[in-house]
């Protein structure tokens, strides 16, 4: 049975959902196809950081910097909206995380991006020296000597979120098929025309590969060698019987982050295994070993449950969003690694304006796919 859309995503991860929000919001026909459930791979297995200071580097501000910069600048409002308009809570935790240092030399590194996040005066970064970090959180382990407290980031739930936009989405006319995998093209000279599904295909204008660490699968589809793989990460969630954390702790080992259901996320470990997405003995033994380090008072804490998500590594270390070399209609947004959560915001505003009005924003043209042609 045929269908027709003006926009075609592949993928319901967070950037999909978030595109489908922006473009359904721009009166925009809207299919979105998502062979599992919605958020049901990196999205509901991240952290939900919204740390543009993880994109900083050396003090200055680079355009990954300036890209992620302005995504968190949008995740206030957005939020807002989205839980005034569908009655879903997303845990938005503007509390701020603290980056902690346990030994001399962790001190000697933390103290230099301090200085390198102070110069960039994008956002505001506080020293804070051992017995102030006490007075944060009580329970920090004897060694953690110092913190970097960020008071203008903040961390949501990733599943929660992702949900959100695909419901915002719906309620603005986009379809959401779930269950329902992109299984090829038609296109004709070069231009992109339906894409075929069991179902039948869904001619379209424009098709949007947001299919996460499967990105390269469609890519190829057009004859375009895209570097984006898989990278596992393992997480565990605890559950203690009293609340032992405020705020998310990063740290050179790992991180500790508390949820708003009273568990306590620690993670994670950084995989090269392809698509495999078991947890392991190893990998989980490596996540607990930071608590004697951070927070041993987590020790006894029974374990809840494990998990692993796959984020989509782009082997150059940089997001790729913007239109296909050579395949008039298709364009990519992926290859986030760890930052999908924060980049689904500017992502979709900037992918709505190159659908909606045929300009390329200056935020993404750094991140062009344009780079990936010589492999075409």
């Known amino acids: 049975m045929a269908d027709t859309a003006d926009v075609v995503i592949i993928g319901g991860g967070v950037i999909g959902c978030a595109i489908a929000y922006d473009l359904a919001g721009a009166g925009l026909k809207v299919i979105l196809l998502e062979q599992e459930a919605v958020g049901s791979g990196a999205s509901s297995a991240a952290a939900g950081l919204i740390v543009p200071l993880h994109a900083a580097e050396e003090g200055e501000r680079t355009p990954l910097f300036e890209l992620y910069l302005a995504s968190a600048r949008r995740f206030p409002d957005l939020v807002a909206e989205l839980e005034e308009a569908t009655g879903l809570r997303v845990d938005f935790d503007r509390s701020g995380p603290l980056r902690v240092a346990a030994t001399e030399d962790e001190e000697e590194l933390l103290r230099e991006s301090f200085e390198a996040w102070e110069r960039i005066e994008a956002l505001t970064v506080e020293w804070v020296d051992g017995k102030t970090l006490r007075e944060m959180e009580p329970e920090l382990a004897p060694d953690v000597c110092c913190g970097v407290f960020s008071k203008d980031e903040s961390r949501l739930h990733p599943g929660r979120f992702t949900r959100a936009l695909a419901c915002g989405a719906a309620q603005r006319g986009a379809r959401i098929r779930t269950g329902c995998p992109a299984l090829g093209v038609r296109q004709r000279n070069g231009r992109f025309e339906a894409v075929q599904t069991l179902d039948g295909e869904i001619s379209a204008r424009e098709l949007i590969i947001a299919a996460g660490a499967w990105s390269r699968v469609p890519c190829a589809w057009f004859g375009v060698h895209v570097p984006i793989g898989p990278a596992r990460g393992q997480m565990v969630a605890l559950r203690p019987p009293t609340r032992l954390l405020r705020h998310s702790l990063l740290s050179?080992?790992?991180?500790?982050?508390?949820?708003?259901?009273?568990?306590?996320?620690?993670?994670s470990t950084l995989e090269l295994v392809g698509f495999d997405t078991r947890t392991t003995a190893e990998g989980i033994a490596t996540i607990l070993g930071i608590l004697p380090r951070l927070l041993p008072a987590l020790n006894p804490a029974p374990v809840e449950r494990v998990w692993a998500g796959l984020r989509p590594w782009c082997e150059d270390g940089l997001p790729a969003v913007g239109r296909l070399p050579g395949c008039e209609g298709a364009i990519l947004a992926g290859g986030h690694f760890k930052l999908?959560?924060?980049?689904?915001?500017?992502?979709?505003?900037?992918?709505?304006?190159l659908v909606a009005d045929g300009q390329v924003d200056p935020l993404i043209a750094p991140f062009t796919p344009q780079r990936f042609a010589e492999g075409a």
Do not use: C, E
């Not at 050179?252 to 993670?267: C, M, R, Y």
């Not at 999908?340 to 304006?353: D, E, F, H, P």
């Open 252 to 267: 050179f080992n790992g991180a500790i982050h508390p949820a708003l259901d009273g568990t306590v996320h620690v993670g």
């Open 340 to 353: 999908g959560i924060l980049g689904s915001a500017i992502t979709a505003r900037t992918v709505k304006t």
